[in-house]
């Protein structure tokens, strides 16, 4: 049997597995697209899987949806995106999705360590901050947000 070109909001949500409301709220925000039947039921063409499934996996790393859809945006929105297309979008998005992975790292390492936050809660808050000195520089957890400034990520404190 063909595979069908358009889809029903019923048939992509179960094959992108996200929930009907959810795809509404993403053609609201602009992130995928439909076109009406005459009886005003959405249709989408079948690349708009790969839309929805760039938009999960964008969010599960943390990237706004503002920035998803900008993202989205530099794709055609009256042909199917080609391969060319898709590598681009990645090739734009490599270095920030590289300077995420860091910083998740760093997290990741840090946490058992003093993170300069001012609580002097950890035996090695005394070697690491006394008397809480990174408070100087300004709120929160100086050390980490130090790091993640030199990681280049927007936004990542
Ligand atoms: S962990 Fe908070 S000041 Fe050290």
Redesign the pocket.
């Known amino acids: 049997m063909p595979m069908p070109q358009e889809l029903t909001v019923g048939q992509l949500a179960a094959r992108s597995g996200v929930a009907v409301s959810a795809l509404h709220f993403y053609e609201a925000k602009g992130l995928i697209r439909s076109r009406r039947t005459a009886g005003n039921q959405r249709r989408y063409t079948r690349d708009t899987i790969r839309r929805v499934a760039f938009v999960r996996l964008s969010q599960s790393v943390g990237i706004s949806l503002n920035a998803i859809a900008g993202a989205l945006a530099t794709l055609p929105e009256e042909r199917t995106p080609t391969r060319e297309d898709w590598a681009a979008l990645s090739a734009s998005w490599r270095a920030d999705l590289d300077a995420r992975i860091s910083a998740l790292e760093q997290l990741r390492d840090d946490l058992s360590d ?9 035996d ?2 005394a070697l ?2 006394p008397r ?1 000195e ?1 408070g100087q520089e300004g709120p929160g ?1 100086r050390r980490l947000i130090a790091k993640a400034t030199a990681c280049g990520v927007p936004d990542c404190t």
């Open positions: 003093c993170i300069g936050c001012g609580c002097l809660s950890l090695r808050c690491a901050n809480d990174l957890p």
